[in-house]
């Protein structure tokens, strides 16, 4: 039984039925169910802030959003990331007023107290002579800091000091993550500033569509696989379509990626002789995303020989870490002959019950050639960009589903995820976590509102 109820009696329980497999509408709309999500969710899981190739130089930051709380994710000195909460000690105004820049010393408007990269307090005017004296301790002063972890560059952040590690976050999906952010010896950097947009609807529905939902695709972007931008052709669009088929691997924390075969995806367009080559062959033949032929040796030097094998055959290609990430390494061919590739991680940032900040991180290889990159920002935009064709699809529905569960009738309503297949190891897999082969289902998003449950019910 859930120790979580609501000033109205309602308990987790009854939005979150464990025992028939539905979650309340009710979710998305009410407000002190928000405000808890933001204690219990946001200041306590780690979230995305950006890549650590925004800010090189010791000085250099960028302003970003925990959820609803601003902070100054910068450069110190020491060379090191550090994020600070964005909001003086001294009455609370917003330290920094600008995006990104360089600064030695951020100081408050206000009154003027200024402040270290690091969020350490440096001093305030007269403060010596007049105010403070040396009655107060300076370190008592700083801006409120947030514990900070990078992998393959991208700056994570979370307030929980005491909880779990990120690889600990992490968890089993962590394997399959690697071959995607951690494989070249540079690593990746980020294609100019992240693209935003607000929609009006609550993070959590496109929140649980980022635990691979990949069951939409087939009707909301049916027109896009007809046009042969995500992978498909009008022939094969029905239930054969190679982008419905993989193995969903996803973990207790969440997480979650679709695997998808990329021989068969390739197939489609080109006879592409698989059998019997090596995995280094296969590389050369289908050469993903954002990796030259150059590049290949690095994978085997930064993976294990295992998940360079995956990459090759039937790599990660779109899922999400939750609370509120989407994963997007698109690996599709198109008909005219070109590649859709594109690595995208969206971040839905709430800004209230019933509004999201839509932030498009998009990437690739520090070392990939500079044409590469023009094709994979291009590709990026024209596909999961803000403006992109499928993010205009899913963007139409998000809202609409916002609005109907403001009814008095309709909020009742209960979504359905009943198609269950539970898990199962796929004969040869050597990753670890949760396996779910064949026809995408319901599972991957069961188990991210498994794990909302137990954030929103851990006391
Ligand atoms: Fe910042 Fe007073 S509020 S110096
Ligand atoms: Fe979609």
């Given at each position: 039984k859930s120790k979580l109820v609501l000033r109205d009696g309602t308990s987790l329980d009854d939005l979150i039925m464990r025992?028939?497999?539905?979650?309340?509408?009710?979710?998305?709309?009410?407000?002190?169910?928000?405000?808890?999500?933001?204690?219990?969710?946001?200041?306590?899981?780690?979230?995305l802030l950006?890549?650590?190739?925004?800010?090189?130089?010791?000085?250099?930051?960028?302003?970003?959003?925990?959820?609803?709380?601003?902070v100054i994710?910068?450069?110190?000195?020491?060379?090191?990331?550090?994020?600070?909460?964005?909001v003086c000690p001294h009455r609370g105004m917003r330290v920094c007023l600008g995006e990104a820049g360089n600064k030695r010393v951020h100081q408050c408007i206000y009154h003027g107290w200024a402040f270290r990269p690091n969020g350490d307090f440096i001093g305030a005017p007269v403060e010596?002579?007049?105010?403070?004296?040396n009655d107060v301790d300076k370190k008592t002063l700083g801006l409120?800091?947030?514990?900070?972890?990078?992998?393959?560059?991208?700056?994570?952040?979370?307030?929980?000091?005491?909880?779990?590690?990120?690889?600990e976050y992490l968890g089993d999906i962590k394997y399959y993550m690697d071959q995607l952010f951690c494989r070249t010896n540079r690593g990746l950097e980020l294609l100019g500033p992240p693209q935003r947009f607000t929609l009006p609807c609550n993070w959590k529905v496109p929140g649980e569509q980022s635990g691979s939902d990949g069951f939409h695709t087939l009707t909301l972007h049916r027109s896009l696989m007809e046009g042969g931008v995500m992978g498909g052709t009008a022939e094969t669009i029905y239930d054969q379509a190679p982008g419905m088929y993989g193995v969903d691997v996803s973990c207790e924390q969440g997480h979650?990626?679709?695997?998808?075969?990329?021989?068969?995806?390739f197939?489609?367009?080109?006879?592409?002789?698989?059998?019997?080559?090596?995995?280094?062959?296969?590389l050369e033949l289908l050469t993903p995303p954002g990796i030259t032929k150059d590049m290949i040796p690095e994978l085997f030097e930064n993976l294990t020989e295992d998940q360079v094998a995956q990459l090759a055959t039937i790599p990660p290609q779109v899922g999400g870490m939750f609370p509120n990430i989407l994963i997007a390494f698109i690996f599709a061919p198109r008909t005219d002959g070109g590649s859709s590739g594109a690595l995208s991680l969206h971040a839905y940032v709430p800004k209230g019950p019933d509004k999201v900040e839509f932030v498009n991180y998009l990437f690739a290889e520090k070392d990939a050639p500079e044409q590469m990159k023009r094709d994979m920002l291009q590709n990026s935009i024209w596909n999961t960009g803000t403006s992109g064709v499928i993010e205009q699809d899913d963007a139409d529905v998000w809202p609409v589903i916002m609005k109907?569960?403001?009814?008095?009738?309709?909020?009742?309503?209960?979504?359905?995820?009943?198609?269950?297949?539970?898990h199962e190891r796929p004969e040869g897999w050597v990753g670890e976590g949760l396996l779910y082969p064949g026809f995408t289902k319901d599972d991957t998003q069961w188990n991210w509102w498994l794990a909302y449950y137990d954030l929103m019910d851990a006391v």
């Amino acid at each position: 039984k859930s120790k979580l109820v609501l000033r109205d009696g309602t308990s987790l329980d009854d939005l979150i039925m464990r025992e028939s497999n539905e979650v309340s509408l009710r979710v998305m709309t009410d407000e002190e169910l928000y405000k808890l999500e933001m204690e219990k969710i946001f200041a306590k899981t780690w979230l995305l802030l950006g890549h650590e190739s925004e800010i090189p130089e010791a000085g250099d930051f960028i302003v970003r959003d925990m959820a609803e709380d601003n902070v100054i994710v910068a450069r110190g000195q020491d060379g090191d990331v550090h994020v600070s909460l964005n909001v003086c000690p001294h009455r609370g105004m917003r330290v920094c007023l600008g995006e990104a820049g360089n600064k030695r010393v951020h100081q408050c408007i206000y009154h003027g107290w200024a402040f270290r990269p690091n969020g350490d307090f440096i001093g305030a005017p007269v403060e010596r002579e007049k105010m403070h004296g040396n009655d107060v301790d300076k370190k008592t002063l700083g801006l409120k800091k947030a514990r900070v972890h990078l992998y393959g560059g991208l700056i994570f952040a979370t307030w929980n000091v005491d909880g779990p590690s990120f690889d600990e976050y992490l968890g089993d999906i962590k394997y399959y993550m690697d071959q995607l952010f951690c494989r070249t010896n540079r690593g990746l950097e980020l294609l100019g500033p992240p693209q935003r947009f607000t929609l009006p609807c609550n993070w959590k529905v496109p929140g649980e569509q980022s635990g691979s939902d990949g069951f939409h695709t087939l009707t909301l972007h049916r027109s896009l696989m007809e046009g042969g931008v995500m992978g498909g052709t009008a022939e094969t669009i029905y239930d054969q379509a190679p982008g419905m088929y993989g193995v969903d691997v996803s973990c207790e924390q969440g997480h979650s990626l679709r695997c998808l075969e990329a021989e068969k995806t390739f197939k489609m367009f080109a006879d592409v002789p698989f059998e019997g080559k090596s995995t280094r062959e296969r590389l050369e033949l289908l050469t993903p995303p954002g990796i030259t032929k150059d590049m290949i040796p690095e994978l085997f030097e930064n993976l294990t020989e295992d998940q360079v094998a995956q990459l090759a055959t039937i790599p990660p290609q779109v899922g999400g870490m939750f609370p509120n990430i989407l994963i997007a390494f698109i690996f599709a061919p198109r008909t005219d002959g070109g590649s859709s590739g594109a690595l995208s991680l969206h971040a839905y940032v709430p800004k209230g019950p019933d509004k999201v900040e839509f932030v498009n991180y998009l990437f690739a290889e520090k070392d990939a050639p500079e044409q590469m990159k023009r094709d994979m920002l291009q590709n990026s935009i024209w596909n999961t960009g803000t403006s992109g064709v499928i993010e205009q699809d899913d963007a139409d529905v998000w809202p609409v589903i916002m609005k109907n569960a403001r009814g008095a009738v309709s909020k009742d309503m209960t979504l359905k995820y009943q198609a269950l297949h539970g898990h199962e190891r796929p004969e040869g897999w050597v990753g670890e976590g949760l396996l779910y082969p064949g026809f995408t289902k319901d599972d991957t998003q069961w188990n991210w509102w498994l794990a909302y449950y137990d954030l929103m019910d851990a006391v």
